[in-house]
């Protein structure tokens, strides 16, 4: 079975705090992709990666930016912190030409006080 | 500018009737739909998909149905059970977006024994 790991389940920080949120998946797939899900938005594309250190903007980038040194660990960076990025992430990950097959992690449920 | 739009926010259903989730879009590039079904505490799971060329498909419970002319797509569920009461995600997917999937805003549904 495919396993899609974050690495918090839960996340309480500070305006301004430089957060990062990590993801690994186990089963060497090309694609991550960070999401965000809000009530009513349903899950809105923050970044993607179809490679190591290639990285490509979603829908709502803005104040995040991402890391793939290695094909398994894809982390989301939120450099400051601001309320409104108070939400829950998802990590997901696929293989090439297989859209069906989206992975996702359980979620980290980030709190920006 | 949301381009799938699930405009039930919930869903309240007897166990053993039918549920009926709905789901819009205007992008006519899209060539592939999906559903994804949500437990909370748990990351979003592929339940069943449905091509741009063909107007149904089924497994077991679940039949997709699409709409092409009236950009419309519909989840069915007979019979509802309490273990589908759970968020469902209406996904699609365009060529030129290579793995990546725009998703509705979500349908909560609860089964009521």
């Known amino acids: 079975d495919v396993k899609v790991t974050q690495s918090s389940r839960y996340l309480v920080k500070r305006t301004g705090e430089k957060v990062f949120l990590e993801c690994v998946q186990d089963m060497d797939h090309e694609n991550m992709f960070w999401y965000r899900q809000d009530p009513g938005l349903g899950l809105r594309l923050i970044y993607f990666?179809?490679?190591?250190?290639?990285?490509e903007k979603g829908d709502i980038p803005e104040g995040y930016s991402v890391s793939r040194e290695k094909k398994e660990r894809f982390s989301l960076i939120l450099e400051s912190a601001s309320t409104n990025q108070t939400s829950m992430y998802l990590c997901?990950?696929?293989?090439?030409?297989?859209?069906?097959?989206?992975?996702f992690g359980s979620g980290t449920q980030l709190s920006v006080l | 500018d949301q381009q799938v739009k699930q405009n039930s926010p919930s869903l309240s259903v007897q166990e053993g009737r039918i549920s009926i989730l709905n789901c819009d879009y205007t992008?006519?590039?899209?060539?592939?739909f999906l559903w994804y079904k949500k437990y909370p505490a748990e990351g979003p799971t592929f339940l069943i998909s449905i091509s741009s060329i063909k107007d149904k498909n089924e497994d077991g419970r679940f039949t997709v149905f699409l709409n092409k002319s009236a950009k419309h797509l519909s989840l069915h569920i007979v019979p509802s059970q309490p273990g589908d009461s759970a968020v469902y995600f209406c996904a699609a997917h365009t060529p030129a977006a290579g793995n990546k999937l725009t998703f509705g805003g979500g349908t909560r549904v609860l089964v009521k024994p």
């Open positions: 990666s179809y490679d190591v250190k290639m990285k």
């Open positions: 992008n006519s590039m899209f060539d592939y």
């Open positions: 997901a990950s696929s293989l090439t030409g297989v859209v069906e097959k989206l992975f």
